[in-house]
């Protein structure tokens, strides 16, 4: 071996890939778009979770990356689409556009019993807007935005490359496209202004409104931290998450560092110095109780 081979990285192959390559246990497939790439495995179908890219991930250009969420969906043993975007797209493309839209002409989402679209941030854009291909299929959405478009949304500052995509496109405001969904989980921080003023935008029947406060902007990353987000993911692609359960899960926030931060912030930007004294102690006083520490003596 020469000294130039001996120098090159070793190459991990991504899960899918071991998944659907001409000896992997599952059929599937792999189409790059432009700035975007979809990658199917086909696991069961009764299931077929639609995941979609979010911010942190989008860009990433290591040859084993996955799609959002693919090993927790494979584990589960369900059938996934994963939407791959090669940066802050928002999926504001053309070309993407048009094969999901041939995805739906050819029939291939009318070959599994149920279809979930998930994602966070970004990624719950996409699982909301990108809905109407599939009528009647379940949403789960984190932190979602409902669209950048300046004229609909102007008072959002948060995302300036987003901002610069195509909003003319199709598919470019969630709000309108949510309709002929099923059932859709909204999961965001009613403190939060910007996602709440979002979350508001996409009223109707058949949405769900979970509030994760104190979770700030990462409400997936959260659920993460504490080992729900797989709970909640799976009874929400069951389609038996409720309000009352929602909240016995995140229960566990209390003694999270960072929903202590959001918490802290929140009031001392309300002008509350005595309530966030307040809760400083309550959270200590939940650490200690979670950890099975003795209380100190008063």
């Known amino acids: 071996?020469?000294?130039?081979?001996?120098?090159?990285?070793?190459?991990?192959?991504?899960?899918?890939?071991?998944?659907?390559?001409?000896?992997?246990?599952?059929?599937?497939?792999?189409?790059?778009?432009?700035?975007?790439?979809?990658?199917?495995?086909?696991?069961?179908?009764?299931?077929?979770?639609?995941?979609?890219?979010?911010l942190a991930e989008a860009g990433g250009r290591d040859y084993h990356r996955d799609a959002w969420a693919a090993?927790?969906?494979?584990?589960?043993?369900?059938?996934?689409?994963?939407?791959?975007?090669?940066?802050?797209?928002?999926?504001?493309?053309?070309?993407?556009?048009?094969?999901?839209?041939?995805?739906?002409?050819?029939?291939?989402?009318?070959?599994f019993k149920k279809v979930v679209m998930c994602g966070t941030s970004m990624g719950g854009f996409g699982a909301l807007t990108f809905s109407s291909l599939?009528?009647?299929?379940?949403?789960?959405?984190?932190?979602?935005?409902?669209?950048?478009?300046k004229e609909s949304a102007g008072w959002d500052r948060r995302?300036?490359?987003?901002?610069r995509q195509d909003w003319t496109l199709p598919f470019s405001d969630a709000a309108g496209q949510i309709q002929s969904a099923g059932q859709i989980y909204l999961v965001y921080d009613p403190f939060d202004a910007l996602d709440r003023r979002h979350a508001k935008r996409m009223e109707g029947a058949n949405v769900m409104h979970l509030h994760a406060t104190g979770f700030g902007h990462k409400s997936?990353?959260?659920?993460?931290?504490?080992?729900?987000?797989?709970?909640?993911?799976?009874?929400?692609?069951?389609?038996?998450l409720t309000p009352q359960s929602f909240r016995q899960m995140i229960e566990p926030r209390k003694a999270i560092y960072l929903y202590k931060k959001n918490m802290m912030q929140y009031l001392e930007a309300r002008n509350k110095p005595q309530m966030a004294e307040a809760f400083a102690k309550a959270f200590k006083r939940k650490r200690r109780a979670l950890r099975g520490e003795a209380q100190p003596r008063s």
């Open 220 to 240: 997936a990353f959260v659920l993460r931290r504490m080992s729900r987000l797989k709970e909640v993911m799976t009874v929400a692609v069951d389609g038996s």
């Open 134 to 149: 599939v009528p009647g299929c379940s949403v789960i959405a984190f932190s979602p935005q409902s669209t950048l478009s």
């Open 1 to 54: 071996m020469s000294a130039a081979e001996q120098e090159q990285p070793e190459i991990t192959l991504p899960g899918w890939f071991k998944d659907i390559y001409p000896a992997g246990p599952f059929d599937g497939f792999y189409h790059k778009r432009g700035h975007h790439a979809v990658v199917h495995v086909a696991r069961s179908p009764d299931v077929l979770v639609v995941s979609f890219d979010n």
């Open 71 to 111: 090993k927790f969906i494979g584990d589960s043993g369900w059938s996934h689409l994963g939407i791959f975007a090669s940066g802050p797209t928002w999926f504001r493309e053309d070309k993407l556009i048009a094969y999901l839209e041939f995805l739906r002409a050819s029939g291939f989402f009318r070959q």
């Open 159 to 163: 995302f300036p490359k987003g901002r």
